[in-house]
């Protein structure tokens, strides 16, 4: 169990030896702006591939759209989201969790998803925000995410030739578990609403096989402060995990938490853009 005070998350259940195994190699101020538009920017990383069938694939990671029935506002940036993934053509897309703030948003949200390019493989993780739905179970979710075309990944994997993904559940108010087995000779990828996940799920026997992590949750703390950075991530590792690229020290996995698109409580941002995240394999 864990506690909420201020944007901030308590837990008895931490794995902080595990944490400190993870060392920041790219920040905020760091991040490569693939392109900047009204809404939000698309921000690009690059990612050894282990498979050579691999090199060359792309992947684009959103997160945290949180829309709050502000059709105007959500309009703008669905039109944006789709202008830009249209232009990169990637061969994978997936969705990191929290899809609305009010479930008003749901067919909006549902619609917007479909309109994703078809040619896409497509997959998508829970947020803690969907379980705040608490009228909405696993298997409506599944319906909701199968509808507008991706596979809902709740600690299930999903292989692609030589790619393999596996989504956890969400930490805070699932069950998140890893997998069973991880199998040889595939580029392996996880995926997580929040950094926390993988830091609880994680050993370094999975993360030895283990390319590539994806999570959002923190939204880059969305208000960061001038020498400061962010204050408030809801993670239990407090601003460990806020934002960028990180690299494990024992198995050399990479980590990259997205700082999202919407905005939780607070609907304000100061100082961290929303953003969708482009993976290229090499």
């Known amino acids: 169990m864990s506690t909420i005070i201020l944007g901030m998350e308590f837990s008895k259940n931490k794995f902080t030896h595990r944490a400190l195994k993870w060392k920041r190699v790219s920040s905020y101020k760091q991040r490569h702006v693939l392109r900047s538009g009204e809404c939000i920017d698309v921000v690009e990383y690059e990612i050894p591939a282990v498979m050579p069938a691999n090199k060359g694939k792309k992947?684009?990671?959103?997160?945290?759209l949180h829309f709050r029935d502000d059709q105007e506002t959500d309009k703008k940036i669905m039109q944006e989201i789709l202008a830009s993934i249209n232009e990169l053509q990637p061969e994978y897309i997936i969705y990191g969790g929290d899809v609305v703030t009010y479930s008003s948003s749901l067919p909006i949200v549902r619609t917007f998803l479909k309109s994703l390019p078809?040619?896409?493989?497509?997959?998508?993780?829970?947020?803690?925000?969907?379980?705040?739905?608490?009228?909405?179970?696993?298997?409506?979710?599944?319906e909701f995410f199968d509808s507008a075309g991706f596979k809902l990944l709740i600690n299930e994997s999903c292989e692609f030739d030589d790619l393999f993904f596996y989504g956890t559940d969400d930490?805070?108010?699932?069950?998140?578990?890893?997998?069973?087995?991880?199998?040889?000779?595939?580029?392996?990828?996880?995926?997580?609403?929040?950094p926390d996940a993988i830091i609880h799920i994680s050993n370094r026997k999975m993360l030895e096989k283990t390319n590539l992590v994806l999570c959002g949750h923190t939204h880059g703390g969305q208000i960061r402060l001038p020498f400061?950075?962010?204050?408030?991530?809801?993670?239990?590792?407090?601003?460990?995990?806020?934002?960028g690229r990180f690299v494990n020290s024992q198995s050399g996995s990479s980590m990259i938490v997205s700082s999202g698109v919407g905005c939780s409580t607070i609907p304000l941002r100061v100082s961290c853009r929303p953003?969708?995240?482009?993976?290229?394999?090499?």
């Open 59 to 64: 992947i684009v990671w959103f997160s945290d």
């Open 118 to 142: 078809e040619k896409s493989q497509k997959m998508a993780v829970l947020g803690n925000w969907e379980y705040g739905k608490r009228w909405l179970k696993h298997d409506d979710w599944r």
């Open 171 to 194: 930490l805070r108010r699932g069950e998140a578990a890893g997998p069973a087995k991880i199998p040889e000779n595939k580029d392996v990828i996880f995926l997580a609403h929040s």
């Open 228 to 243: 400061l950075g962010a204050l408030l991530t809801s993670s239990r590792y407090w601003r460990k995990f806020d934002y």
């Open 275 to 282: 953003e969708l995240v482009l993976i290229n394999l090499v």
